[in-house]
């Protein structure tokens, strides 16, 4: 492919720099420093199954609240959600929440909360104090129950602890502490990845291992309560999309999710994490698109054929059930209203932005149920739901239109439609009013698809929200971009515009495009190669070009760190998606789903782990002493792969390192002194 003229405004540096190939210098690295090695606690199960379960399994009745989660509120220094569940299918018989800024005890017993009764989730309403949600999974027939207290009025930068209970006859409690955020300009730590599955059968509650299944998940899990540099846990965690893959288990979302809420707990009891809607959020159930519950003739089994194939509102409905998140304030064209669908909060100087790119995509990649095999029967539930040979779950414009604008070849909100995607709309909104806030120096985006990927075996680079969302990124000079959905470590150089008349080639056509024509992929142009430095760390400056982290590397068991290479010159090339992959084929012929259509050259690519798929970020802030002085020093930390990363046998053990394998400075005013 050519090496094409540069434009939009901003200069652009050669291209001749090698993109830095990290991994195997960092594990020598590692190994010469020493890691941590952690080995896992011995299993509750008795031997390793042989797969995922392909029946429903049944849940426990007990009622011992688990899987504690914390997240924001609207403002991280004086508002705070806690959320539990209970085990299985059994409502907790009456249960209470205590909070105090002092330990729980006989003597103190904390302002008591007291949760009402459980309401199936109805994501029009407004939520109150507490809130008792239950959520009944379309394909398994199980109903779970997720229970939701927002606390107010916090004192910034304290300690609350705070104990639920079931109020069994004979209660069963569970409590941590957490502490709220700092409030002014101050510093704090975070961290980030995506993609975190859940644990191999050993370390799951149930004892039973799912789809994507892997000790590394919990590895994870245990690297954020105690980061490898010692140096403390993070004020919050951000979880970049495909939390725990339950959509692939049609017999036992809710199980999956049960395991993955207990993983998480060991850290989310402790301390926000706060997540992305992703791919594998979506899942089939028996619902419309707007959650409302299947009416087609013919009962459970035909509303899959119906178009009734969403597991609640656009396939979210367990994690709308089981995150309260900032609320948006905004409401669908539908009536949804769309709170925690995606969502901003501010922390110290840095505003933080969830987005739901399964909106703007053009990858037809969430639920699926595509066999290229003639007459395949329908996908069939314990419960008799019917899933058809063919079908995918395809949210792109949920929240409304986009059209194009031919003078950038961005796409923009359709108001003459009547209903312009409201998600843009916000967006645009809430990065105008970071940028005029006095107290906002940084801004952070985080959500699952990627912009920009150079994976192999993975998915590529959207071109949807390269059209959609970058050319706000670049108005509003978001500073970083975090994702996931590549389960593997990427980094990018700062960019802001795009190349114009950099054109990639159709190697893979979708229905209309023909193999080897040119196609326009809006390359994002790289705004410096060479990084500066503060006080001998490498930084970049984000108020020249955005960068982007691919943070996929959690622990799924299907890692997808190989890259791609332009054989002629030996220079990254990524693969992109610029149309969508529509399902296409016939029941009599079996269906077929493309991937990425097309490939482009990738300056953009400045580092890559071929060695390791897994790892963790850490962020820590440092607001400096005046208006814009923000840094955000950034170390990531590979994981090495546990032995069961591609199947059920393992070893239970893994070494964190305590060197980070990349560490860089981020700043507006890098450089610049
Ligand atoms: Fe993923
Ligand atoms: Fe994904």
Redesign the pocket.
Known sequence: MSESSTGGSYGKAGFTRRRFIIGTAGVSAVAALGGTVVRAPRAVASGAPSGPPTTTLPLPTTTKPEQLLLTWGGDPATEVTVSWSAPGTVAQPAPTLAVSAQPITAHNPGRLVKMPDPKPLDVTQRYGEAASVSFTDGLNGQTTYFYHVQLKGLKPGTRYYYQVTDGASEPSTAGSSFETAPSGRAKFRFSSY??LATPSWDLNTSGNIWHESCDNSWYAVTAIENPGDGKGAPLFHLLN??LCYANLDVDNAPGVWRDFGNNVARCAANRPWMPAL???ECEFGTDTISGHPGKAPGGIAAQGAAGNYWNGPYGFGHYLSRFLLPDNGVTNWDGNRLRGNFYAFQVGTVTFISLDADDVIYQD?AANYVIDTANTPPETTTTGASIPNGTTTYTRFYTGGLKPDATNNSLVPDYASGQPNLQTIWLERTLARARRDPSVDMIVMFM??CAMSTSVPG?GSDLGIRQAWLPLFDKYEVDLVLS???HDYERTYPVRGYDTGAHGTVAAPNPGQTKGAAVDTRRPSVAATEPHDVDGTPAWNTAEGTVYLVL?GGGTNGPTNTYGTDAADDKPQAKVITTRNAVVGSEAAGFVKNGADSIEDAPWSAAINPTDAYGYSIFDVDPGRHRGETTITFQYFAIPAVTNEAGSAHDGTTTLPTQPTEKFVFGRRVGRR
Do not use: L, R, S
């Open positions: 995506g993609d999309g495909d992703g791919n594998h990649g699952h698809q998915n996931g959905h590549e996929g």
